[in-house]
């Protein structure tokens, strides 16, 4: 593969994950905080897209487990690029066991009661749809220079 296409399939991949996210934590705190637009997400719409974003977190845990472990995939329907699981390591140094801890709790919420999250999953979640963001405006001016 040439180079561009390399730097092509990382910001589809990157840029897939960052969408996948950012929809279900929109259509999340739609219902949660009661913003316009609520009634208009159906349960199992938003069903969809939390179980979704809950095997996301889920894969995470296990990409970004020390060492990882064999059965650590993101083999679901949105990949995981490494460079973003490289980017949370990085950034998570020092509490990184702490923020493994909150991923799974929030992954296990979202699956079985989503709207007793509290503003500090919420913020878990934002700032991972941010890394996520920040991840693929990365590899879009890498893929833009070339």
Do not use: C, F, W
């Not at 020390?66 to 650590?72: I, S, T």
């Not at 007793?116 to 890498?142: I, K, N």
């Amino acid at each position: 593969m040439s180079d561009m296409s390399v730097l092509s399939h990382e910001y589809k991949t990157a840029s897939e994950l960052s969408q996948h996210i950012s929809t279900a934590l929109i259509l999340l705190k739609k219902v949660y905080y009661h913003l316009p637009g609520a009634e208009a997400v159906t349960p199992e719409q938003l069903d969809s897209h939390l179980l979704v974003l809950a095997d996301m977190l889920t894969a995470l845990v296990g990409l970004l487990t020390v060492p990882r472990p064999q059965n650590a995939t993101s083999a679901h329907a949105v990949s995981i690029p490494e460079a973003l699981v490289v980017r949370l390591q990085t950034e998570r140094r020092g509490e990184l066991l702490y923020y493994l801890d909150d991923l799974a709790r929030v992954a296990d919420r979202l699956r079985e009661k989503p709207l007793q999250l509290g503003d500090a999953d919420l913020t878990l979640l934002d700032q991972l749809a941010t890394a996520a963001d920040a991840e693929a405006s990365s590899v879009y001016r890498r893929l833009m220079r070339k």
